[in-house]
């Protein structure tokens, strides 16, 4: 896997960019990823996961934020010693880092969810700034709802506002 594809938009917008985080369900998905069927439901949300870990190592460890100089005079654009490998090694991804380019604004991107399973709430109360969430009725809704809060609570953040 690689960055996600707005993360050089996260610089051009100055830090105006959320992503959806999306544990693709579709066997033409699994398939342009090189694997013969679809990934088990909860297991996708385990390989994002450490997905995410890996990303936020990058983003938000991998440059000091001072690292950056933009000196044209001396024609020095960072000093390397802050800049860091990450050398993550984990059950799906092995990456080295560092991040390939300057932290943006932001350096971590709004993450957005959309869930309903238990594993995506689990993972949303790890993650996610915006849920998108739903159900067949308003009380399967609010459960819904009560649930994420509950696990953002229990994740030590603060607890999720709705607009229901």
């Known amino acids: 896997m690689h960055l996600p594809a707005d993360e050089p938009l996260d610089h051009l917008t100055k830090g105006r960019v959320a992503w959806n985080v999306v544990?693709?369900?579709?066997?033409?998905?699994?398939?342009?990823?090189?694997?013969?069927?679809?990934?088990?439901?909860?297991?996708?949300?385990?390989?994002?996961?450490?997905y995410l870990d890996v990303l936020y190592k990058l983003w938000e460890g991998s440059w000091a934020d001072d690292a950056v100089i933009r000196d044209s005079e001396r024609r020095v654009y960072t000093d390397p010693t802050k800049v860091h490998y990450i050398n993550h090694v984990g059950a799906h991804f092995k990456v080295a880092g560092p991040h390939l380019c300057e932290p943006s604004r932001q350096r971590t991107p709004v993450l957005y969810q959309a869930t309903g399973s238990n594993a995506g709430k689990e993972f949303a109360a790890r993650h996610a700034e915006v849920v998108f969430t739903g159900g067949f009725t308003a009380d399967s809704v609010r459960a819904n709802i009560a649930d994420m809060r509950a696990g953002h609570a229990i994740m030590g953040a603060n607890p999720l506002t709705s607009s229901s």
């Open 23 to 50: 544990t693709s369900y579709l066997p033409n998905a699994a398939r342009n990823f090189g694997l013969d069927g679809e990934v088990p439901h909860d297991t996708r949300y385990e390989i994002a996961d450490e």
